[in-house]
């Protein structure tokens, strides 16, 4: 009878297992970060934060703190970010010092941005990346936090071959592996591009070839204009791809950074574009973000010509305060 009762019970488990697998199959299952924290969080060491603190007498500078300093914004980590580990470690600590959630971006992908070349670099082998995203991971621990996975990865394959297509494919698996494993509370989102890049159809397949299953969720919009509505309907036909062809469905977060005038269909430091809605819970997606940060140049095109990407250009982000 023991026998009996004890094969009973590992029926039941896994058979919980199985139904909770097949709802978000492959996700860990951890705590709510949202829950655990009151806010989002401001990094007090922002480049436009930065920059205000040593312009004081600019006269922009009021505008740009109020309305980008002060907002809550990603920052983005890659081979410029020193020891991996530490640096995630001190701006989640620092974040969760003050009970908020902090929004971090992992950005250090092999061959990062391909086919444009304004991001060009990346860990230089896949070794290399693995033993990075592994400490990335481990730096954050059981505190809570967002990640924002790898920005343009998946929109890049047009110009990849077949092999690098795979074994990107197997460092972007392996990678929400480690989050699952080593950050418990960390909710990760795998990019997907934006509405102007892939059809839906497409951007799910490669979402499911990368592995999503076990992340949390998407994200959308990352570095791009286009409007929230215009992400909210291409999230939504991701999600109605991948319950047709997978199975399951995902939450995703939206990149609001700049997308106030939507998108005039360029993407290299366009003119007339906006700050768009701050960051926050729910809009129209799980999450809306500011994950480009507003008045970092995307490269040196457009009105940021002259610039590289990630500098910050302050008459750049005055314009987008005011839409000029």
Same mark, same amino acid.
């Given at each position: 009878?023991?026998?009996?009762?004890?094969?009973?019970?590992?029926?039941?488990?896994?058979?919980?297992?199985?139904?909770?697998?097949?709802?978000?199959?492959?996700?860990?299952?951890?705590?709510?970060?949202?829950?655990?924290?009151?806010?989002?969080?401001?990094?007090?060491?922002?480049?436009?934060?930065?920059?205000?603190?040593?312009?004081?007498?600019?006269?922009?500078?009021?505008?740009?703190?109020?309305?980008?300093?002060?907002?809550?914004?990603?920052?983005?980590?890659?081979?410029? /970010?020193?020891?991996?580990? &530490? =640096?995630? *470690?001190?701006? +989640?600590? @620092? %974040?969760?010092?003050?009970?908020?959630?902090?929004?971090?971006?992992?950005?250090?992908?092999?061959?990062?941005?391909?086919?444009?070349?304004?991001?060009?670099?990346?860990?230089?082998?896949?070794?290399?990346?693995?033993?990075?995203?592994?400490?990335?991971?481990?730096?954050?621990?059981?505190?809570?936090?967002?990640?924002?996975?790898?920005?343009?990865?998946?929109?890049?394959?047009?110009?990849?071959?077949?092999?690098?297509?795979?074994?990107?494919?197997?460092?972007?698996?392996?990678?929400?592996?480690?989050?699952?494993?080593?950050?418990?509370?960390?909710?990760?989102?795998?990019?997907?591009?934006?509405?102007?890049?892939?059809?839906?159809?497409?951007?799910?397949?490669?979402?499911?070839?990368?592995?999503?299953?076990?992340?949390?969720?998407?994200?959308?919009?990352?570095?791009?204009?286009? /409007?929230?509505?215009?992400? &909210? =309907?291409? *999230?939504?036909? +991701?999600? @109605? %791809?991948?319950?047709?062809?997978?199975?399951?469905?995902?939450?995703?977060?939206?990149?609001?950074?700049?997308?106030?005038?939507?998108?005039?269909?360029?993407?290299?430091?366009?003119?007339?574009?906006?700050?768009?809605?701050?960051?926050?819970?729910?809009?129209?997606?799980?999450?809306?973000?500011?994950?480009?940060?507003?008045?970092?140049?995307?490269?040196?095109?457009?009105?940021?010509?002259?610039?590289?990407?990630?500098?910050?250009?302050?008459?750049?982000?005055?314009?987008?305060?005011?839409?000029?």
């Amino acid at each position: 009878m023991r026998r009996s009762r004890r094969r009973l019970s590992l029926l039941v488990a896994a058979s919980l297992t199985a139904l909770l697998a097949t709802v978000h199959p492959g996700t860990a299952y951890a705590a709510d970060p949202t829950t655990l924290t009151h806010g989002f969080y401001v990094d007090p060491g922002s480049s436009a934060q930065q920059w205000v603190n040593a312009n004081p007498g600019d006269g922009r500078a009021a505008a740009i703190r109020s309305s980008i300093a002060n907002v809550p914004t990603a920052r983005w980590f890659g081979n410029w /970010s020193g020891t991996i580990g &530490t =640096a995630t *470690g001190a701006f +989640v600590g @620092a %974040a969760a010092a003050g009970g908020t959630l902090p929004v971090l971006v992992a950005y250090n992908i092999p061959n990062r941005d391909i086919c444009a070349g304004q991001s060009g670099g990346g860990a230089g082998s896949d070794a290399a990346y693995d033993s990075w995203i592994a400490a990335f991971a481990s730096g954050i621990g059981t505190r809570p936090a967002v990640v924002v996975l790898e920005p343009d990865s998946l929109g890049d394959e047009s110009c990849m071959t077949a092999a690098q297509i795979s074994e990107r494919n197997a460092l972007l698996r392996n990678a929400i592996a480690q989050f699952n494993a080593k950050a418990p509370n960390t909710w990760v989102y795998l990019d997907a591009g934006n509405p102007g890049w892939l059809s839906a159809p497409t951007m799910a397949q490669h979402l499911a070839d990368a592995g999503v299953a076990g992340a949390h969720g998407f994200s959308l919009n990352v570095s791009n204009f286009y /409007s929230t509505s215009q992400n &909210t =309907a291409y *999230g939504n036909a +991701v999600n @109605a %791809a991948l319950q047709s062809a997978s199975g399951f469905t995902k939450p995703y977060v939206i990149d609001t950074s700049r997308n106030g005038n939507g998108s005039n269909g360029q993407w290299c430091n366009p003119a007339g574009r906006r700050t768009g809605t701050p960051t926050q819970l729910g809009g129209g997606a799980e999450m809306l973000l500011w994950v480009k940060a507003p008045g970092e140049s995307d490269g040196n095109c457009g009105t940021g010509a002259g610039s590289s990407a990630g500098q910050f250009l302050p008459q750049v982000a005055y314009n987008l305060i005011y839409g000029y």
